[in-house]
Protein backbone atom coordinates (compact mmCIF):
# COMPACT_ATOMS: atom_id res chain seq x y z
CA UNK A 1 0.00 0.00 0.00
CA UNK A 2 1.44 3.19 -0.94
CA UNK A 3 1.45 6.20 1.13
CA UNK A 4 -0.20 9.62 0.60
CA UNK A 5 3.39 11.00 1.24
CA UNK A 6 4.71 8.56 -1.65
CA UNK A 7 2.86 9.37 -4.06
CA UNK A 8 4.75 12.11 -6.82
CA UNK A 9 3.59 15.75 -6.72
CA UNK A 10 0.91 16.43 -9.53
CA UNK A 11 1.13 19.88 -9.52
CA UNK A 12 3.70 21.98 -11.13
CA UNK A 13 4.23 24.60 -7.95
CA UNK A 14 4.46 21.22 -6.02
CA UNK A 15 6.95 19.28 -8.07
CA UNK A 16 9.29 23.05 -7.52
CA UNK A 17 8.83 23.24 -4.23
CA UNK A 18 10.13 19.89 -3.77
CA UNK A 19 13.23 20.33 -5.73
CA UNK A 20 13.86 23.20 -4.18
CA UNK A 21 13.67 21.43 -0.50
CA UNK A 22 15.70 18.54 -1.72
CA UNK A 23 18.34 21.22 -3.30
CA UNK A 24 18.27 22.95 -0.33
CA UNK A 25 18.57 19.89 2.01
CA UNK A 26 21.10 19.10 -0.05
CA UNK A 27 23.14 22.09 -0.04
CA UNK A 28 23.00 21.92 3.83
CA UNK A 29 24.79 18.88 3.78
CA UNK A 30 27.81 19.95 2.21
CA UNK A 31 28.13 23.14 3.78
CA UNK A 32 30.19 23.01 7.02
CA UNK A 33 28.34 24.88 9.95
CA UNK A 34 29.64 28.07 9.51
CA UNK A 35 30.37 28.79 12.89
CA UNK A 36 32.89 26.15 13.31
CA UNK A 37 34.58 27.82 9.96
CA UNK A 38 34.52 31.21 11.75
CA UNK A 39 34.24 31.22 15.53
CA UNK A 40 37.04 29.48 16.20
CA UNK A 41 39.44 31.91 13.94
CA UNK A 42 37.36 34.81 16.17
CA UNK A 43 38.07 33.51 19.54
CA UNK A 44 41.87 32.85 18.62
CA UNK A 45 42.42 36.49 17.57
CA UNK A 46 39.84 37.96 20.28
CA UNK A 47 41.88 36.43 23.04
CA UNK A 48 45.58 35.38 21.90
CA UNK A 49 45.93 39.40 20.16
CA UNK A 50 44.05 40.59 23.30
CA UNK A 51 46.94 39.34 25.57
CA UNK A 52 49.95 40.32 23.07
CA UNK A 53 48.16 44.04 23.76
CA UNK A 54 47.97 43.34 27.52
CA UNK A 55 51.58 41.95 27.69
CA UNK A 56 53.14 44.14 24.98
CA UNK A 57 50.94 47.61 24.99
CA UNK A 58 52.08 50.98 23.48
CA UNK A 59 55.18 52.78 24.52
CA UNK A 60 56.80 49.82 25.96
CA UNK A 61 54.22 49.62 28.82
CA UNK A 62 53.05 46.47 30.10
CA UNK A 63 49.47 46.31 31.44
CA UNK A 64 49.23 42.60 32.70
CA UNK A 65 52.27 41.25 33.74
CA UNK A 66 52.59 38.29 31.85
CA UNK A 67 55.70 36.13 30.80
CA UNK A 68 56.93 37.44 27.69
CA UNK A 69 56.65 34.11 25.54
CA UNK A 70 52.95 33.41 26.45
CA UNK A 71 51.04 35.64 24.48
CA UNK A 72 52.60 34.36 21.47
CA UNK A 73 52.58 30.64 22.63
CA UNK A 74 48.81 30.95 23.33
CA UNK A 75 47.95 32.98 20.29
CA UNK A 76 49.70 30.13 17.89
CA UNK A 77 47.96 26.94 20.09
CA UNK A 78 44.53 28.36 19.04
CA UNK A 79 45.47 29.57 15.34
CA UNK A 80 46.45 25.99 15.16
CA UNK A 81 43.17 24.80 16.98
CA UNK A 82 41.08 26.53 14.47
CA UNK A 83 43.12 25.15 11.97
CA UNK A 84 42.32 21.68 12.90
CA UNK A 85 38.30 22.75 13.30
CA UNK A 86 38.00 24.02 10.43
CA UNK A 87 39.95 21.28 8.26
CA UNK A 88 37.68 18.84 10.34
CA UNK A 89 34.19 20.62 9.33
CA UNK A 90 34.99 20.80 6.07
CA UNK A 91 36.59 17.43 5.51
CA UNK A 92 32.54 15.96 6.58
CA UNK A 93 31.07 18.39 4.33
CA UNK A 94 33.32 18.13 1.38
CA UNK A 95 34.92 14.87 1.52
CA UNK A 96 32.36 13.84 -1.29
CA UNK A 97 32.23 16.62 -3.87
CA UNK A 98 34.79 16.02 -6.51
CA UNK A 99 35.55 18.47 -10.19
CA UNK A 100 35.96 22.12 -10.50
CA UNK A 101 35.13 22.85 -6.67
CA UNK A 102 37.26 20.40 -4.67
CA UNK A 103 40.09 21.46 -7.56
CA UNK A 104 39.56 25.07 -6.36
CA UNK A 105 39.77 23.81 -2.91
CA UNK A 106 43.07 22.33 -3.45
CA UNK A 107 44.25 24.91 -5.00
CA UNK A 108 43.13 27.87 -2.26
CA UNK A 109 44.82 25.96 0.23
CA UNK A 110 47.83 25.81 -1.57
CA UNK A 111 48.14 29.57 -1.84
CA UNK A 112 47.11 29.49 2.22
CA UNK A 113 50.64 27.01 2.88
CA UNK A 114 53.17 28.32 0.16
CA UNK A 115 52.00 31.89 0.14
CA UNK A 116 52.04 31.94 4.26
CA UNK A 117 55.40 29.72 4.03
CA UNK A 118 57.11 32.36 1.66
CA UNK A 119 56.32 35.49 3.93
CA UNK A 120 57.42 34.21 7.21
CA UNK A 121 60.76 32.64 5.83
CA UNK A 122 61.16 36.29 4.81
CA UNK A 123 60.25 38.07 7.65
CA UNK A 124 62.42 35.77 9.69
CA UNK A 125 65.33 36.84 8.00
CA UNK A 126 64.20 40.80 8.19
CA UNK A 127 62.47 40.95 11.74
CA UNK A 128 66.31 40.02 13.66
CA UNK A 129 67.35 42.73 12.74
CA UNK A 130 64.34 45.07 14.04
CA UNK A 131 63.63 46.33 17.84
CA UNK A 132 61.09 43.90 19.06
CA UNK A 133 57.96 46.25 18.85
CA UNK A 134 58.51 46.88 15.49
CA UNK A 135 59.45 43.19 14.34
CA UNK A 136 55.76 42.44 16.20
CA UNK A 137 53.98 44.80 14.13
CA UNK A 138 55.82 43.77 11.18
CA UNK A 139 54.89 40.01 11.70
CA UNK A 140 51.17 40.59 12.78
CA UNK A 141 50.41 43.06 10.30
CA UNK A 142 51.93 41.14 7.60
CA UNK A 143 50.03 37.98 8.49
CA UNK A 144 46.67 39.36 9.06
CA UNK A 145 47.06 41.32 5.67
CA UNK A 146 47.63 38.34 4.06
CA UNK A 147 44.57 36.74 5.63
CA UNK A 148 42.44 39.76 4.14
CA UNK A 149 43.93 39.45 1.05
CA UNK A 150 43.44 35.68 0.52
CA UNK A 151 39.62 35.42 2.21
CA UNK A 152 38.95 38.71 -0.66
CA UNK A 153 40.68 36.38 -3.18
CA UNK A 154 38.40 33.19 -1.80
CA UNK A 155 35.16 35.22 -1.63
CA UNK A 156 36.40 36.46 -5.68
CA UNK A 157 36.71 32.27 -6.48
CA UNK A 158 33.38 31.20 -4.78
CA UNK A 159 31.67 34.29 -5.26
CA UNK A 160 31.13 34.10 -1.54
CA UNK A 161 30.11 37.88 -0.28
CA UNK A 162 30.49 37.14 3.65
CA UNK A 163 33.95 35.60 2.85
CA UNK A 164 34.85 38.59 0.36
CA UNK A 165 33.38 41.37 2.96
CA UNK A 166 35.29 39.44 5.89
CA UNK A 167 38.17 39.66 3.47
CA UNK A 168 38.16 43.65 3.16
CA UNK A 169 37.42 44.00 6.78
CA UNK A 170 40.34 42.50 8.04
CA UNK A 171 42.34 44.69 5.46
CA UNK A 172 41.15 48.04 6.63
CA UNK A 173 41.53 46.89 10.06
CA UNK A 174 45.21 46.34 9.61
CA UNK A 175 45.80 49.33 7.91
CA UNK A 176 44.09 51.32 10.47
CA UNK A 177 46.39 49.19 12.98
CA UNK A 178 49.58 49.27 11.04
CA UNK A 179 49.71 53.12 10.88
CA UNK A 180 48.57 53.65 14.69
CA UNK A 181 51.54 51.75 15.77
CA UNK A 182 53.27 48.59 17.75
CA UNK A 183 51.06 47.67 20.80
CA UNK A 184 47.96 49.28 19.10
CA UNK A 185 47.44 46.82 16.32
CA UNK A 186 46.72 43.88 18.42
CA UNK A 187 43.96 45.78 20.15
CA UNK A 188 42.82 46.40 16.90
CA UNK A 189 42.82 43.53 15.36
CA UNK A 190 42.08 41.82 18.57
CA UNK A 191 38.83 43.68 19.18
CA UNK A 192 37.43 44.64 15.76
CA UNK A 193 39.37 41.70 13.77
CA UNK A 194 37.97 39.06 16.49
CA UNK A 195 34.66 40.60 16.83
CA UNK A 196 34.05 40.92 12.82
CA UNK A 197 35.01 37.02 12.51
CA UNK A 198 32.03 36.37 14.99
CA UNK A 199 29.39 38.38 13.87
CA UNK A 200 29.95 37.21 10.03
CA UNK A 201 30.37 33.41 11.55
CA UNK A 202 26.51 34.36 13.38
CA UNK A 203 25.21 35.98 10.06
CA UNK A 204 26.65 33.64 7.74
CA UNK A 205 24.85 30.57 10.36
CA UNK A 206 21.59 32.61 10.37
CA UNK A 207 21.62 32.30 6.33
CA UNK A 208 22.39 28.37 6.41
CA UNK A 209 19.57 28.09 8.83
CA UNK A 210 16.97 30.31 6.92
CA UNK A 211 18.02 28.02 3.61
CA UNK A 212 17.67 24.84 5.20
Not at 77 to 83: G, I, Q, S
Not at 89 to 106: F, I, K, N, W
Amino acid sequence: MTRHDDLPPTDAADALRLIEAQRAAAASRLQPDARLVYWPWAVAWLIGFGLYFLRFSPDGRVLVRLPGWLPLTVLFTLLVAAAVAQAVASARAYGQVTGDSAQRGRWYGYAWALGSLGIYAGLGRIAEHLPHDLAGLLWSATAVGLTGALHMAGGAIWLDRDLFRLGAWISVINLAGTFAGPGWHALVVSVAGGGGILVVGALARRRQRHRS
